[in-house]
């Protein structure tokens, strides 16, 4: 079974830009989650989508943004970067329908560089 | 309240030894503490999982040992290899929205040979 494919896996935009950022989960997997990590901030929650609907949200101002697709897949969408907006996306599925179990499936990251 | 704060930050062991990564938590709805394991290069992958209904989980050479009451839970890996040598995360969820993890800030693990 192939695991959690992130795309693309490095990129470079300049301050004001913006970016797209795109998940596969695993075959059969419904729930997406976004996590963004940072050498300061650490690993910090941005938003999970279940079945086309945006089930939680993280702390993050509006200029982060998020959907989910029929098939399950999901894409990010941060706008007018900033330099702050450097960091590791990882996305993570998860099999579960229920919310209340938890186990994530992370895939491999996109590594956003903003200069 | 939302924290979960790990120690320590960096930890060297020499192989066959015992590693203990420690976590303590606020949020007394949190009921589901997983730890993950991350390697360079790679997203974080579960290591192990426990619920606050157990004191002690353990998986192979990793275990979790939980305290209710003071609000913390810790990983124990026992006689620690080389290839262990990666970043440790504990997290924390509620339910109802167990995929919103909140991370400790990590503890990156450096075996010896």
């Known amino acids: 079974k192939a695991g959690v494919t992130q795309t693309p896996r490095y990129l470079i935009k300049t301050r004001g830009q913006q970016v797209t950022l795109s998940c596969s989960p695993i075959?059969?997997?419904?729930?997406v989650s976004w996590y963004q990590q940072t050498p300061g901030q650490g690993l910090q929650f941005l938003f999970e989508y279940f079945s086309e609907t945006q089930r939680n949200k993280g702390n993050f101002p509006g200029r982060f943004s998020g959907r989910q697709f029929s098939n399950s897949r999901s894409e990010m969408n941060v706008s007018t970067l900033e330099l702050g907006d450097s960091a590791l996306y990882l996305c993570?599925?998860?099999?579960?329908?229920?919310?209340?179990?938890?186990?994530?499936?992370f895939g491999e990251g996109s590594r956003l560089t903003v200069l | 309240q939302q924290q979960v704060k790990q120690s320590p930050q960096s930890l060297i062991v020499q192989k066959g030894g015992i590693s203990i990564i420690n976590c303590a938590y606020e949020?007394?709805?949190?009921?589901?503490f997983p730890w993950y394991q991350q390697f360079p290069g790679k997203g974080p992958a579960l290591l192990i999982a426990?619920?606050?209904?157990?004191s002690e989980k353990k998986e192979g050479r990793f275990t979790i040992s939980f305290n209710k009451s003071a609000k913390q839970f810790s990983l124990h890996i026992m006689d620690s290899q080389p290839g262990d040598s990666a970043t440790y995360f504990c997290?924390?969820?509620?339910?109802?929205?167990?995929?919103?993890?909140?991370f400790g800030s990590g503890t990156q693990l450096t075996v010896l040979p």
């Open positions: 997290a924390a969820s509620s339910s109802g929205s167990a995929r919103q993890l909140t």
């Open positions: 075959s059969g997997h419904r729930s």
């Open positions: 426990i619920r606050p209904d157990v």
């Open positions: 993570a599925s998860s099999s579960q329908g229920t919310p209340s179990t938890g186990e994530l499936f």
């Open positions: 949020n007394t709805a949190f009921d589901y």
